[in-house]
């Protein structure tokens, strides 16, 4: 078992510590599923007050349910469809304070308010998004997302 033991007095700092120690993890490892399981287990261990981290993979142009951390989850996403399916759709990051008033969100654990999702992108192309939700609405902000950003960028090489 790895124990990384992430506390940094600030996000910034944290996010530091989380992208080095994702580097450690996937150094050498070409399976992209061990990466993913590592990864969401990484973040769930780290970041506070979420109730659903892990990733959804672009298999053919769906998205379909990756190595997660949390509640059951659904387990196919239409490109377009909720806030994973906008952000594949779009190649953009989806930061929702409240996905109750998201158009279209897909409810997968009554308990999510909020939700932050990251596409990983190479070549151009959509390879996974990684989807974190928080029961507190307006969980992420800013930082968590560039922090998160930066884990997709480490990702995108090891998928
Ligand atoms: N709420 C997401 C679906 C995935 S679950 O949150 C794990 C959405 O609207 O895309």
């Not at 990051?93 to 996905?99: G, L, S, Y």
């Not at 029961?135 to 560039?146: G, L, Q, S």
Request: glycine share 10%.
């Amino acid at each position: 078992m790895y124990d990384f033991k992430i506390a940094a007095a600030d996000k910034a700092a944290m996010y530091r510590d989380l992208a080095s120690a994702l580097e450690g993890l996937v150094a050498g490892e070409p399976d992209a599923i061990a990466n993913m399981a590592n990864a969401a287990g990484l973040i769930w261990e780290t970041l506070p007050d979420l109730n659903w981290a892990g990733f959804y993979r672009n298999v053919g142009g769906e998205l379909v349910l990756g190595p997660f951390q949390g509640r059951p989850a659904c387990i196919r996403i239409p490109f377009g469809t909720g806030v994973c399916g906008a952000a594949a759709a779009t190649l953009k990051v989806q930061r929702v304070d409240d996905v109750h008033a998201f158009d279209g969100h897909i409810t997968c654990d009554a308990a999510s308010v909020s939700e932050l999702v990251v596409p990983i992108v190479r070549d151009g192309k959509l390879i996974a998004v990684l989807d974190l939700d928080s029961p507190t609405a307006a969980r992420f902000d800013a930082d968590d997302e560039a922090g998160c950003v930066a884990f997709g960028t480490i990702l995108a090489r090891v998928l």
